[in-house]
Structure formats: C-alpha cells, structure tokens
T-cell receptor, first 114, second 115 residues
C-alpha cells in the first residue's frame, strides 16, 4: 500500500538550533516527493520537491531535504531554526502519472523555543 | 493576485442539512482538488478534476459530490451532512504535467462543523 509516515507528531527546538524532520514512504512507482508547510489558519505552501537527479534538494526559507532511496526516506533539514519556522510540516509523495493526487503524511508540528 | 479562493471560510451545519463549498482559482490550472484535513491524519483527497467537465473520486469520496462546470471553479457539495464530515476542507489546483506536477496551490481552508 502507498503511504507516508512522519514518525514525529510534535517537535520542539530552540531558536538557532538545527532541525531534522523525518519522512518515510512506501510507494510502488518512482516517487515524486514533496514537503509542504502550513502556518496556523493557512493553507499549505510548497517548501521543496524532488523529482529526479541530485538527491539533495534546496527549498525556500533555507530548508533542504535529502532523498535516500535505500531507506525510503526524504528528511527535511534546516541548519538554524527561526521563530517564524513554527508551523506544521507535511511530507507527501506522488507520481508523474498521478498529477496532484498526493499522499500526505500525518504532519509534524514544530514549536520553536526562544 | 488571488490564487485559490474558498468560500465560505466557516460554516456550522445541523445533521442532514446540505451545503456547497466553492473554490475558485485564477491561475488557469487544469487540475483541481478537494482535500479534507483531520487531526493526526494529514490531508486526504476527496475528489479531483483534471479539466472542465470532468471529475473523479479520491481516497474518501463517500458523502460528497463535486462539479467542475467552469475551468476556474470547483464545487464540493454535501447533500446530507453528518458529524463525521466535521473537518477543515482545502481546495487546491495545479498544472497538469511536467515538472510542475504535484506542486499544489492551496486555498486557506473552510472549517465545517456538523452538529
């Protein structure tokens, strides 16, 4: 079955500390992978995406993610977290043939301590 | 630049009532989607459309109907609302193919409560 798992429901980090949010997927076809961010009361915004090629992808707001096929993972990282990064983060998987029919993970809520 | 606009943003219904959520996009996107978001479950696809006049079922279509009479609009209907349909509903749109595939543009959501 196709699925996305984000093992951490809630993470708290101190401002300025590094961040890694985990994402594991199960997908039969060649996956397209995405990270979206949702600020409170808002819709989701695309942070970054992986289609093919370089397995380390850069996104907006200083985020990056690394695709590891052998581990079926696509973890999101940021070297130094800012208070404005507090939000909910969603990993998603899709496929070229599926258009925007993405499968989303459960989400990880990020809190940032001053 | 409005992007994706959803109306209404909030609605309270009684069990058995009907309602329609409207989604409008001004980006000339071919594809449009309705997702629901529930705590601990991420987003789940209800219905989607790959073009004007076409609709298809997603992961959780039961109890919902949709229509795409105009390219820019995608309507989600609840004919007989149930408490299990209490949720936040998100409309999204995207280009149809290529490297833009999967890059969804979301509305701000519509919070529906069914009593």
């Amino acid at each position: 079955a196709q699925s996305v798992t984000q093992p951490d429901i809630h993470i708290t980090v101190s401002e300025g500390a590094s961040l890694e949010l985990r994402c594991n997927y199960s997908y039969g076809a060649t996956p397209y992978l995405f990270w979206y961010v949702q600020s409170p009361g808002q819709g989701l915004q695309l942070l970054l995406k992986y289609f093919s090629g370089d397995t380390l992808v850069q996104g907006i707001k200083g985020f990056e993610a690394e695709f590891k096929r052998s581990q079926s993972s696509f973890n999101l990282r940021k070297p130094s977290v800012h208070w404005s990064d507090a939000a909910e983060y969603f990993c998603a998987v899709g496929n070229y043939n599926q258009g925007g029919k993405l499968i989303f993970g459960q989400g990880t809520e990020l809190s940032v301590k001053p | 630049n409005a992007g994706v606009t959803q109306t209404p943003k909030f609605r309270v219904l009684k069990t058995g009532q009907s309602m329609t959520l409207l989604c409008a996009q001004d980006m000339n996107h071919e594809y449009m989607y309705w997702y629901r978001q529930d705590p601990g479950m991420g987003l789940r696809l209800i219905h989607y459309s790959v073009g004007e006049g076409t609709t298809a079922k997603g992961e959780v279509p039961d109890g919902y109907n949709v229509s795409r009479l105009k390219k820019q609009n995608f309507l989600l209907g609840l004919e007989s609302a149930a408490p299990s349909q209490t949720s936040v509903y998100f409309c999204a749109s995207s280009y149809s193919s290529g490297r833009a595939t999967g890059e969804l543009f979301f509305g701000e959501g519509s919070r529906l409560t069914v009593l």
